[in-house]
């Protein structure tokens, strides 16, 4: 009868914000994938993200890892919250989406 919520509660990815990625960095093995576009990269980005832009993250999915933890960041959250519901999809089970995003990010930047 409610098979409907818990599928919906399943299907979607937890969320931290960005001072809690970077107190979590040193400790994890994880990658994160910063979805903003190559220009947007260019102005600054977490030292090892990798950068796969959402317009193109359906086509280029299959470039990154699967079975490490993945932290998704934008420029302030909402492109990130999409694109971990789309890696969700293609089966990434460890997602997590940065709120706030670089716009809030304090750590490090290359």
Same mark, same amino acid.
């Given at each position: 009868?409610?098979?409907?919520?818990?599928? +919906? $509660?399943?299907?979607?990815?937890? &969320?931290?914000?960005? %001072?809690?990625?970077?107190?979590?960095?040193?400790? *994890?093995?994880? =990658?994160?994938?910063?979805?903003?576009?190559?220009?947007?990269?260019?102005?600054?980005?977490?030292?090892?993200?990798?950068?796969?832009?959402? +317009? $193109?993250?359906?086509a280029?999915? &299959?470039?990154?890892? %699967?079975?490490?933890?993945?932290?998704?960041?934008? *420029?302030?959250? =909402?492109?990130?919250?999409?694109?971990?519901?789309?890696?969700r999809?293609?089966?990434?089970?460890?997602?997590?989406?940065?709120?706030?995003?670089m716009?809030?990010?304090?750590?490090?930047?290359?």
């Open positions: 009868m409610f098979g409907w919520l818990f599928k +919906s $509660r399943a299907n979607k990815s937890s &969320s931290i914000t960005a %001072q809690q990625l970077e107190a979590l960095l040193p400790l *994890q093995d994880a =990658v994160i994938v910063d979805v903003r576009e190559p220009s947007e990269y260019a102005q600054g980005h977490i030292p090892s993200a990798l950068n796969r832009p959402l +317009s $193109r993250l359906a280029k999915v &299959s470039g990154i890892p %699967q079975g490490k933890k993945l932290y998704v960041i934008c *420029q302030s959250g =909402v492109r990130s919250a999409r694109a971990a519901g789309l890696l999809r293609h089966g990434y089970a460890d997602v997590v989406n940065v709120r706030g995003g716009s809030r990010w304090t750590g490090p930047r290359k």
